[in-house]
């Protein structure tokens, strides 16, 4: 065997042993991720640190919403759709986040994906929103082939491109 050929085994045996050692270490935080979102939970954090984690009846007694929002998939038209859901803003309000000098707020979701939004659009009025219903049924979870059990919306987005589904933490910075 050439020696060229004996080092990209070697690479690739590497490779392949790194990838296991990352996803062996990632299953805890992943199972984590998935209870929290069968669960219904929801944390807010504060530059890295977990301030108040909330429940879908904590949720809602924050004072829910009915809200419309245009639903704009690959190129196809907009659809609308009427969401049920809280303010991200009455939420952070809640757990004692202080706006002031703040930027960000990065909602995550359970599929790794993250979106930053704005502090101005999060405190814009009737902008930003959590929901866990669309035309008056719940989201459902990731497992139920759902979008949930919630979905971080942005009403004022034309084109939907900063919505996170599957959301289950945000974090202030």
């Avoid at 790194?18 to 669960?39: C, G, P, R, S």
């Avoid at 035309?135 to 987005?157: A, C, F, H, N, V």
């Amino acid at each position: 065997m050439k020696k060229s050929n004996k080092i990209l085994i070697c690479i690739i045996g590497s490779l392949f042993i790194l990838i296991m050692v990352l996803a062996y270490f990632n299953k805890n935080t992943l199972v984590e991720k998935t209870q929290m979102n069968n669960d219904a939970i929801f944390s807010v954090m504060l530059d890295g640190e977990n301030i108040k984690d909330y429940t879908m009846d904590d949720i809602q007694k924050l004072g829910e919403e009915s809200f419309n929002a245009n639903l704009k998939t690959n190129g196809k038209e907009s659809i609308p759709y009427e969401y049920t859901g809280v303010l991200l803003k009455k939420i952070l309000e809640d757990a004692d986040i202080d706006f002031e000098n703040k930027e960000s707020a990065i909602v995550s979701s359970i599929d790794g994906y993250v979106v930053a939004v704005s502090m101005k659009k999060v405190l814009d009025n009737n902008n930003v929103y959590l929901a866990y219903k669309r035309e008056g049924e719940w989201l459902g979870t990731r497992e139920e082939g759902g979008k949930g059990p919630y979905q971080m919306i942005i009403s004022k987005d034309e084109f939907s491109q900063y919505w996170c589904k599957y959301a289950f933490s945000v974090e202030v910075n």
